[in-house]
C-alpha cells in the first residue's frame, strides 16, 4: 500500500539553528512529492514540490528539500529557523490522479 | 485572484442530522479533492472530482458520506446521520489541469457532532 512516515512527531529547535524534518515514501514508482505547512487554525499551504529533475527543490519562506530515490526520502531543511516557522509541517504523495496521501505530520516548536 | 473557499467555517451539529459542506475551488480549476483532518486519523483523502465526475471515492468511510460537483465548480460534501467520530476539520483543495500536480487548500470546515 502507499504510504507516507514522518518519523518525527514533535521536534523542537531553537530560533536561529538549522532545520531537517525526514520523510520517507512507500510508493510504486517514485510518486510527486510535497510539503505543506499548517499554522494554529490556518489551512494547508504548500511549501515545495518535487516532480522530476534536480533533486534540490527550492520553496517559499527560506525552506528546501532534497530528494533521494535510493532512500525514498524527501527530507525538508531551513538553514536557520525563525520563531514564526512554529508549527505543523506535512510531507505528502501523490500519483498523476493528484490524489495526496499525508504523512502523520511533525509538529515544529521554536525556542527563543 | 481568490482562493478556495469554504463554508461553513465551522458547524455545530447534533447526533443524527444530516450536514452539507460546501467547496468553491478557483475559477477554472478542474480536479477538486475532499480531505478530512482528525485528531486520530491525521490527513485523510476522501473523494476526488474531476470535472463533475468522481473517478476515486475511495476514501468515503461510509455510505452515510456523499458527494457531489455541479458545473464543473462548486462541490458539496453531505454526511447524513452524523455520528461523534465525524467530527473533524474537512479540507477541501482545487488543482488545475495539465501537468500542474500543486493542490490549494481551502481554510477547512470544523464538523463538531455532539
Known amino acids: 500500500a502507499q504510504s507516507v512516515t514522518q518519523p518525527d512527531i514533535h521536534i523542537t529547535v531553537s530560533e536561529g539553528a538549522s532545520l531537517e524534518l525526514r520523510c520517507n515514501y512507500s510508493?510504486?514508482?517514485?510518486?510527486?512529492l510535497f510539503w505543506y505547512v499548517q499554522s494554529p487554525g490556518q489551512g494547508l499551504q504548500l511549501l515545495l514540490k518535487y516532480f522530476s529533475g534536480d533533486t534540490l527543490v527550492q520553496g517559499i519562506k527560506g525552506f528546501e528539500a532534497e530528494f533521494k530515490r535510493s532512500q525514498s526520502s524527501f527530507t525538508l531543511r531551513k538553514p536557520s529557523v525563525h520563531w514564526s516557522d512554529a508549527a505543523e509541517y506535512f510531507c505528502?504523495?501523490?500519483?498523476?490522479?493528484?490524489?495526496?496521501?499525508f504523512g502523520q505530520g511533525t509538529t515544529l516548536q521554536v525556542k527563543p | 485572484g481568490a482562493g478556495v473557499s469554504q463554508s461553513p467555517s465551522n458547524k455545530v451539529t447534533e447526533k443524527g442530522k444530516d450536514v452539507e459542506l460546501r467547496c468553491d475551488p478557483i475559477s477554472g480549476h478542474t480536479a477538486l479533492y475532499w480531505y478530512r483532518q482528525s485528531l486520530g486519523q491525521g490527513l485523510e483523502f476522501l473523494i476526488y472530482f474531476q470535472g463533475n465526475s468522481a473517478p476515486d471515492k475511495s476514501g468515503l468511510p461510509s455510505d452515510r458520506f456523499s458527494a457531489e460537483r455541479t458545473g464543473g465548480s462548486v462541490s458539496t460534501l453531505t454526511i447524513q446521520r452524523t455520528q461523534q467520530e465525524d467530527s473533524a476539520v474537512y479540507l477541501c483543495?482545487?488543482?488545475?489541469?495539465?501537468?500542474?500536480?500543486?493542490?490549494?487548500f481551502g481554510p477547512g470546515t470544523r464538523l463538531t457532532v455532539t
Open positions: 483543495a482545487s488543482r488545475g489541469g495539465g501537468t500542474s500536480y500543486e493542490q490549494y
Open positions: 510508493y510504486g514508482a517514485t510518486p510527486y
Open positions: 505528502a504523495a501523490s500519483s498523476n490522479t493528484g490524489k495526496l496521501i
